[in-house]
């Protein structure tokens, strides 16, 4: 982040280009590892566990009876759109088997494909859900659920890492920088406060469900000033991982940031 967060202190940002960015061959696939619902909804959901670029899905919801029922899917990587969304789909499954309470009997396990699911993501929080059982359709956009407040604070040694892309000046794209160094991320007052080795951001931090975003203004010390996102922002007892965005006057950029905790 050393050069490149310079880069940055000189970037205006806008949300708009979060999604701009197309997924390469190679590429470490977003982690929608979550409980997803719809908050004007409640009482159905949608629980994603994934594993490389593949998604297990367990979709809860109501039957034609008004009956708690159940379905699963193994979601496959499809395709990024022009417009960054990122699109799974797979084959949706009722599944029936022994009453809770009795022995386990592999006999009476029963699967049988009712409909596909497919799942665009417009971000790393939100999606379109689109499925449909024995030939009813259902489509429901959907977020992250948060139901427990968790916190970025730490302290970390790591680095960040970006690229610059559609330049003014086409010989300045796939420009790389990085900044190892350490550096800690804190609450002071309502704000979230990350000081880089080069720079300090102070914030606004939003959870949305396991990860978390932040909208800020960063100061450095070479006397810039301007506005960054990070995005897709998560813990863990070993460290920290997210992503950040903008553009200065002559660049587009992306790059991640990430550190291991240190212990204390």
């Known amino acids: 982040m050393k050069t490149r967060l310079s880069r940055l202190c000189c970037s205006t940002l806008f949300a708009a280009t979060l999604a701009i960015a197309?997924?390469?061959a190679g590429t470490?696939?977003?982690?929608?590892s979550d409980l997803w619902w719809n908050p004007d909804e409640s009482g159905w959901g949608l629980n994603i566990s994934q594993q490389a670029d593949t998604l297990f899905g367990t979709l809860f919801v109501y039957g034609q009876g008004e009956q708690a029922v159940w379905y699963s899917v193994t979601l496959i990587y499809q395709s990024t759109g022009s417009n960054g969304g990122v699109t799974y789909d797979g084959t949706l499954y009722e599944t029936s088997g022994p009453p809770l309470g009795t022995p386990f009997?592999?006999?009476?396990?029963?699967?049988?494909a009712v409909g596909t699911a497919t799942l665009t993501f417009g971000d790393d929080a939100h999606a379109l859900l689109r499925y449909s059982v024995d030939h009813i359709v259902v489509t429901k956009s959907i977020t992250r659920q948060t139901f427990s407040a968790q916190t970025l604070d730490g302290s970390?040694?790591?680095s960040t890492s970006d690229e610059t892309?559609?330049?003014?000046?086409p010989s300045r794209d796939g420009l790389v920088t990085t900044d190892p160094g350490p550096f800690t991320i804190g609450n002071e007052g309502e704000y979230v406060v990350l000081r880089f080795p080069t720079c300090t951001i102070t914030g606004k931090y939003t959870q949305q469900g396991q990860i978390g975003l932040i909208d800020g203004i960063y100061e450095c010390t070479n006397h810039a000033v301007?506005?960054?996102?990070?995005t897709g922002m998560?813990?863990?007892k070993g460290g920290i991982v997210g992503n950040y965005v903008g553009r200065d006057s002559s660049c587009s950029?992306?790059?991640?940031?990430g550190g291991m905790r240190l212990l204390e």
């Open 165 to 169: 892309y559609d330049c003014k000046n």
């Open 226 to 230: 301007g506005e960054i996102r990070f």
């Open 28 to 32: 470490t696939f977003v982690n929608y």
């Open 156 to 158: 970390y040694i790591g």
């Open 22 to 24: 197309p997924m390469a």
């Open 105 to 112: 009997n592999p006999a009476l396990l029963n699967r049988r």
């Open 234 to 236: 998560q813990t863990a």
């Open 253 to 257: 950029f992306r790059g991640n940031v």
